[in-house]
Structures are given as C-alpha cells and as structure tokens.
C-alpha cells in the first residue's frame, strides 16, 4: 500500500519561508516523479511543481518560479519543497503526489496515482 504524508506546514508572515516534506512508502520511490499540488478555499487543486525520479528534472508554475525549490532524497524517500518569500496568496492546502509510471514534467492531477492528506500553509499579510 502507497502511502504518502506531508508535514511542515503551519502560519507564516509575508515574506517568510517553510519547507514542505512529503515521506513515502510502499513502493520503489526512486523510481517515479513527485509532484506538489495547491488548493485554496474555493478553487481548484492547481500544479505546483514536479520532480523527475532523478532529481535531475524539475519544472514549476510561472507564480513560483524563483521563490520556491523542489528536491529529493531517494535514500530517504522523501520529497520537499522548499518556500521563500512567501505571499498571502500561496495560502493553501499543499498536497504532494507520486507521478503513474512513465510520467515526467507532468503538471495535470490526473498523471498522479497516489496522493498524500495535505498539510495547511497559511501565509498571513
């Protein structure tokens, strides 16, 4: 059974950082992409960033391109993302995700096969 459990969110003041962490188990997560996913109240879960089973891959959304790093350590398996200069629109719920086999730079929910619970990132003005 794929499991996987985000942590380190929490409240944050404009301009400040966190850094998200996605551990995984149940299957070989050397092997797959991951990817961060956002949802807001009200709005749709949205892409945030990918990362290929490497490392050596990564690609993000144009809003937080520069601010925000994803990376990986296989020999733990676990994803992070990590968040500077934060902004009171990056208030979400922040999902990470493990990508279907054979999927790289994905940026759709839909070539995602396993799913955390979600941690709370609120950034406050």
């Known amino acids: 059974q794929v499991q996987l459990v985000e942590s380190g969110g929490g409240l944050v003041q404009a301009g400040g950082s966190l850094r998200l962490s996605c551990a995984a188990s149940?299957?070989?997560?050397?092997?797959?992409?991951m990817g961060w996913f956002r949802q807001a109240p009200g709005k749709e879960r949205e892409f945030v960033a990918t990362?290929?089973?490497?490392?050596?891959?990564?690609y993000y959304t144009d809003s937080v391109k520069g601010r925000f790093t994803i990376s990986r350590d296989n020999a733990k398996n676990t994803v992070y993302l990590h968040m500077d200069s934060l902004k009171p629109e990056d208030t979400a719920v922040y999902y990470c995700?493990?990508?279907?086999?054979?999927?790289?730079?994905?940026?759709?929910?839909?070539?995602?096969?396993?799913w955390g619970q979600g941690t709370q990132v609120t950034v406050s003005s």
């Open positions: 990362i290929s089973w490497s490392g050596v891959y990564t």
């Open positions: 149940g299957r070989t997560f050397s092997s797959y992409s």
């Open positions: 995700a493990s990508g279907r086999p054979g999927a790289r730079g994905a940026t759709a929910p839909s070539l995602y096969d396993y």
